[in-house]
Protein backbone atom coordinates (compact mmCIF):
# COMPACT_ATOMS: atom_id res chain seq x y z
CA UNK A 1 0.00 0.00 0.00
CA UNK A 2 1.91 3.14 -0.97
CA UNK A 3 1.07 6.53 -0.14
CA UNK A 4 1.40 9.19 -2.11
CA UNK A 5 0.94 12.11 0.58
CA UNK A 6 3.69 14.40 0.79
CA UNK A 7 4.94 15.12 3.83
CA UNK A 8 5.69 18.69 4.75
CA UNK A 9 9.34 18.17 5.22
CA UNK A 10 9.06 16.58 1.24
CA UNK A 11 9.34 20.10 0.36
CA UNK A 12 12.77 21.78 0.04
CA UNK A 13 11.87 25.28 0.87
CA UNK A 14 10.55 23.40 3.97
CA UNK A 15 13.32 22.10 5.26
CA UNK A 16 15.13 25.48 4.27
CA UNK A 17 12.81 27.30 6.66
CA UNK A 18 13.82 24.93 9.26
CA UNK A 19 17.39 24.78 8.65
CA UNK A 20 17.58 28.40 9.24
CA UNK A 21 15.27 28.90 11.83
CA UNK A 22 17.30 26.30 13.67
CA UNK A 23 19.89 28.82 13.15
CA UNK A 24 18.29 31.76 14.31
CA UNK A 25 17.19 29.88 17.82
CA UNK A 26 20.88 29.18 18.11
CA UNK A 27 22.29 33.07 17.35
CA UNK A 28 19.13 33.87 19.82
CA UNK A 29 20.22 31.71 22.77
CA UNK A 30 23.76 32.96 22.89
CA UNK A 31 23.11 36.74 22.23
CA UNK A 32 22.52 37.19 26.04
CA UNK A 33 25.81 35.79 26.91
CA UNK A 34 27.29 39.09 25.84
CA UNK A 35 24.84 41.21 28.18
CA UNK A 36 25.15 39.42 31.91
CA UNK A 37 27.77 39.69 34.35
CA UNK A 38 29.14 36.23 34.39
CA UNK A 39 30.56 34.72 38.27
CA UNK A 40 32.73 32.22 37.24
CA UNK A 41 35.38 30.41 38.96
CA UNK A 42 37.57 29.77 36.00
CA UNK A 43 38.71 32.33 33.84
CA UNK A 44 37.99 30.70 30.70
CA UNK A 45 34.28 30.44 31.16
CA UNK A 46 33.49 33.72 30.91
CA UNK A 47 34.71 33.80 27.31
CA UNK A 48 32.03 34.67 24.88
CA UNK A 49 30.13 31.50 24.00
CA UNK A 50 32.36 28.92 26.12
CA UNK A 51 29.41 27.00 26.99
CA UNK A 52 28.08 26.57 23.70
CA UNK A 53 31.15 25.60 22.08
CA UNK A 54 32.16 23.41 25.33
CA UNK A 55 28.61 21.05 24.29
CA UNK A 56 29.43 21.11 21.17
CA UNK A 57 33.05 19.80 21.87
CA UNK A 58 31.78 17.31 24.41
CA UNK A 59 29.06 15.91 22.31
CA UNK A 60 31.57 15.18 19.33
CA UNK A 61 33.87 13.49 21.76
CA UNK A 62 30.89 11.18 22.90
CA UNK A 63 29.97 10.58 19.21
CA UNK A 64 33.70 9.33 18.88
CA UNK A 65 33.96 7.41 22.02
CA UNK A 66 30.92 5.71 21.12
CA UNK A 67 32.22 4.44 17.84
CA UNK A 68 35.22 3.43 19.10
CA UNK A 69 33.59 1.49 21.82
CA UNK A 70 31.10 0.01 19.45
CA UNK A 71 34.51 -1.66 18.24
CA UNK A 72 34.86 -3.49 21.54
CA UNK A 73 31.10 -4.58 22.03
CA UNK A 74 30.74 -5.88 18.57
CA UNK A 75 29.19 -9.42 18.32
CA UNK A 76 28.97 -11.83 15.14
CA UNK A 77 25.53 -11.30 13.08
CA UNK A 78 24.95 -14.78 13.83
CA UNK A 79 25.80 -14.49 17.62
CA UNK A 80 22.57 -15.16 19.30
CA UNK A 81 21.76 -17.75 17.02
CA UNK A 82 24.91 -20.02 18.06
Known sequence: MKSNRKWW??????RDKLY????AVC???IIPDLFYDKHTYHEFEAWFGFYA?????AC????????QLRKLLKRPEDYYDR
Open 53 to 57: IFGFV
Open 9 to 14: LDEPRN
Open 27 to 29: VLI
Open 60 to 67: VALILLAK
Open 20 to 23: YALW
